[in-house]
């Protein structure tokens, strides 16, 4: 039993957010705690003396081997693979590598729900948080969405709920994590820079329910056809322990535990009284687009498999408000609605961002391409876009999609802007939704965001709006 106190030894790989967090958790608790990192030492230096005074001690990927038969484990960022060099030196003297949220399991007392999938977790997670809140749970809220899981872990009670957004990469390092509700929400081309195929990338979705027994739920998408094989009585039935609470945009499907009739969220209880429940219209739910109304079904049914009275859940969706980068208005000028979903890093992303309004819509979008192809973007594009305004280093294989909508180039967000403004008339869209990741012109998604509502706010004022 690893008990991650004063009895071990810890290297922690990557100097990141999570790995900050598990040096300053592991210290905190009293075991001997390495670090390391294969970026540039110039680029470590805040990382390093941040460690260093917490009493941990940086050590280089190449000296490493003195220090490794002393490790009783490794806690990997999610950020690093595990076919890095680093991994495969720890590895070979037998020294067991877990991941952040691994860790964070095993020293968590509270229950927690697990949310992933590749558009949607940081709403469906946030919204989880507020719907439980506001049912009077006590509940935390981390992981991919922004704050480590492990530093939420600390002071929970057995009494508390840890609500996690959960990406691929850190499910590809569990052993023992095992959330009471575990969240899918959909499965769609990302990542394939790191993944060999898409069935590679949703066998690590899939880790998400591998641990869980039947008093556990999983809550699944069935409009999804590859998390709709998993359902039972289709696919592979035995993979899966857990109570499945299934959810459609559709109209009621035999094994749907929540469904649209008339317009109107519908919940099938699972225990109790059978008669269906209608919780709210979707016209009620204060989030765009259809995929949203998935998101809040995926959310509803973690409430309720939490313990939450249906009859609070309705308020407490429509008390809830869009996070930051997603879908988010930012102004109006002129008559053109600016939106900032900077957080869309992939084309299934853009997709449903260009479904989720009924104007016109000039796309800004581009970045740095994650091995994903555009095909499907430009279709959707085709059918939605009146003109799009490409940034960054895949600009031109997302034009090569771009059939008959206009294409335009920009060298920086400001420049975009600019040109979608000139591009848009009085009741269109003006829609920032990159489907890539920020790093060739951006620190982070947020920073993109942050640039685009920075070019708006200039643009507002120009205008003496």
């Not at 569990?174 to 899918?184: G, M, N, W, Y």
């Not at 687009?289 to 609070?312: F, S």
């Not at 008339?425 to 951006?442: K, N, Q, T, W």
Request: proline share 5%; aromatic share 6%.
């Amino acid at each position: 039993m690893m008990t991650f106190d004063a009895r071990e030894t810890v290297l922690v790989i990557g100097l990141g957010k999570s790995g900050l967090a598990s040096v300053e958790v592991l210290r905190s608790r009293g075991a001997t705690v390495y670090a390391t990192d294969e970026k540039p030492a110039v680029e470590l230096a805040d990382a390093i003396a941040t460690i260093e005074a917490q009493g941990a001690r940086f050590v280089a990927p190449d000296a490493l081997q003195p220090i490794v038969g002393a490790l009783s484990s490794a806690i990997l960022s999610p950020g690093v693979p595990l076919t890095s060099a680093v991994v495969r030196t720890v590895q070979a003297r037998n020294v067991p590598v877990l991941g952040e949220i691994e860790l964070a399991f095993r020293l968590c007392k509270a229950p927690i729900v697990a949310v992933t999938g590749t558009k949607g977790k940081s709403t469906t997670t946030a919204l989880i948080g507020h719907l439980l809140r506001e049912c009077g749970v006590s509940v935390r809220v981390g992981g991919n969405i922004g704050n480590p899981l492990i530093k939420e872990v600390p002071e929970m009670r057995a009494t508390d709920w840890l609500v996690a957004e959960v990406s691929s990469f850190q499910l590809e390092t569990i052993r023992a994590f095992k959330p009471r509700v575990s969240v899918l929400l959909n499965i769609a081309p990302d990542h394939l820079d790191r993944y060999h195929s898409m069935d590679e990338y949703a066998e690590a979705k899939f880790r998400i329910f591998a641990n869980q027994s039947f008093n556990d739920f999983f809550v699944g998408n069935l409009d999804d056809e590859r998390i709709a094989m998993l359902e039972t009585g289709r696919g592979e039935t035995t993979r899966m322990q857990s109570r499945q609470l299934w959810f459609t945009l559709h109209e009621r499907h035999d094994n749907a535990t929540m469904y649209l009739q008339g317009g109107a969220i519908t919940y099938a209880p699972i225990a109790g009284d059978p008669r269906p429940v209608k919780l709210l219209d979707r016209r009620e739910i204060p989030l765009a687009g259809a995929h949203n109304v998935q998101n809040v079904m995926a959310a509803l049914l973690a409430a309720l498999a939490v313990g939450c009275d249906p009859a609070r859940l309705r308020d407490a969706v429509k008390t809830f408000r869009p996070m930051p980068h997603r879908l988010e208005p930012v102004g109006e000028i002129d008559g053109v609605l600016y939106v900032d979903d900077s957080k869309s890093t992939n084309p299934g992303s853009v997709v449903a961002a260009l479904f989720a309004f009924d104007r016109p819509i000039v796309l800004i979008a581009g970045g740095r391409s994650k091995g994903t192809d555009f095909i499907e973007l430009g279709v959707a594009a085709r059918h939605r876009a009146k003109a799009m305004v490409l940034i960054g280093e895949a600009a031109a294989e997302i034009a090569e999609h771009a059939g008959a909508v206009p294409v335009i180039r920009a060298g920086s967000m400001e420049d975009a802007v600019a040109k979608a403004r000139g591009a848009a008339a009085a009741g269109d869209v003006v829609l920032l939704s990159p489907g890539c990741a920020s790093f060739d012109m951006f620190r982070s998604a947020e920073h993109r965001g942050e640039m685009f509502v920075t070019a708006v706010r200039a643009l507002h004022e120009k205008a003496g709006a």
